[in-house]
């Protein structure tokens, strides 16, 4: 099953969200042997220069491996993380350059849903308090808030006579769905959504995950979707985007992604997806040896090429980053030999 793509007839043409060159290092300190020769402090490089555009009403999917920088590049674009470089633009309004006071004003904007839906929310708060936080801060009459709070229990299919209960007394699937709720309160037109259903178990996961796309019609959301899971990405997503150590590697429709990965890192993860490939035929496994490069001292040419099993891999490869290139319409690929440009 896959969600409608949702970036539909009029829609304004200006992406909601555009990050352009986005970096976030985060400083390791230095040791007694970065001194002793000489070293400045090191950084860990986690996201590192990333171009992505998140359009009206659609599901961008982020993909993965673990440490790769998805949620680092989330929070970034959210500026819950002061970015160390580059430019995100909300509605066309640059945001590294507003004060934390203009920023306060603009979360009402931009949400977050996060994996684990009982370490997010307090256990000392009942779910009037928990729901209602976002909407005291943004001024919100307290008299206002609990019919508020009721009303939106409702709309994620909680019961809003259990709006005095504490989290303790929902089960994990009813904790995400106030979840839900707390990121809906102040009405985002963009939310982030990270690993939303990964402490779900599977029968549960499907339905939050079918809540999240009727809100998504219903409110005219935009999500960025995090997860590892492949199975969830290609049913929520309208665009997919594949990350590696840092850095966006391809980009595509979901159902091109799926049939014709580009990126050597990107056949290499759906094919291990047990389904029958587009022309009937089996995938074969591709299992890639080793395991990604430290972000602390990333390689200077393609992240990849440690891993890269692709025969016409060479020393430009080594030296020479490749860009995140066009190849067809809207589908964007980060190496040199799909690009051509060996
Ligand atoms: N606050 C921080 N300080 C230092 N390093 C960090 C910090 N947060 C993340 N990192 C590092 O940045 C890199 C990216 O981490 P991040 O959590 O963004 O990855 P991820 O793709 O979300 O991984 P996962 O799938 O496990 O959630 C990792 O090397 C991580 O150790
Ligand atoms: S740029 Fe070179 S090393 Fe990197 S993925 Fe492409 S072929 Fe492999
Ligand atoms: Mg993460």
């Known amino acids: 099953m896959r969600w409608t793509p949702m970036a539909a007839a009029g829609a304004p043409p200006e992406p909601l969200v555009q990050v352009r060159g986005l970096k976030q290092y985060f400083p390791l300190g230095s040791t007694w042997v970065d001194r002793l020769l000489g070293r400045g402090s090191r950084w860990v490089h986690a ?90 801060i943004q001024g919100v009459p307290r008299a206002d808030i609990r019919r508020r ?39 985002p037109r963009f939310v982030v959504a990270d690993e ?31 997860s590892h899971d492949l199975a969830v990405i290609s049913y929520v997503s309208d665009r997919i985007a594949v990350m590696y150590l840092g850095r966006i590697v391809e980009l595509a429709p979901a159902e091109t992604l799926f049939a014709e990965p580009l990126h050597p890192y990107t056949r290499a993860l759906i094919s291990a997806v047990p389904r029958v490939g587009s022309r009937g035929q089996v995938r074969e496994r591709i299992l890639l040896s080793g395991s990604p490069p430290t972000p602390i001292d990333p390689p200077k040419g393609c992240r990849f090429y440690s891993r890269c099993f692709l025969k016409e891999k060479n020393e430009t490869c080594r030296l020479v980053a490749p860009d995140l290139k066009e190849v067809t319409p809207g589908h964007r690929v980060a190496c040199h030999a799909v690009a051509g440009t060996l």
């Open 196 to 226: 939303p259903v990964s402490a779900l178990d599977v029968s549960i996961q499907a339905q939050i995950l079918r809540l999240l796309q009727d809100l998504q019609a219903e409110m005219g959301l935009a999500y960025l979707f995090i």
């Open 149 to 187: 709070v009721a009303e939106l229990l409702e709309k994620v299919g909680l019961s809003p006579s259990h709006i005095d209960r504490y989290p303790h007394q929902f089960s994990g699937g009813q904790r995400q769905r106030i979840g839900i709720a707390r990121a809906l309160a102040v009405n």
């Open 47 to 136: 996201v590192d220069g990333v171009d992505l555009d998140i359009h009206h009403r659609e599901t961008l999917g982020l993909v993965g491996e673990s440490g790769c920088g998805k949620s680092t590049l989330a929070r970034t674009i959210l500026r819950l993380y002061e970015p160390t470089a580059g430019s995100i633009k909300f509605a066309g309004r640059e945001l590294t350059t507003l004060s934390q006071m203009e920023m306060r004003q603009m979360r009402r904007e931009m949400q977050m849903i996060f994996q684990d839906p009982f370490a997010s929310l307090n256990p000392r708060r009942t779910v009037e308090q928990i729901v209602g936080l976002p909407l005291l």
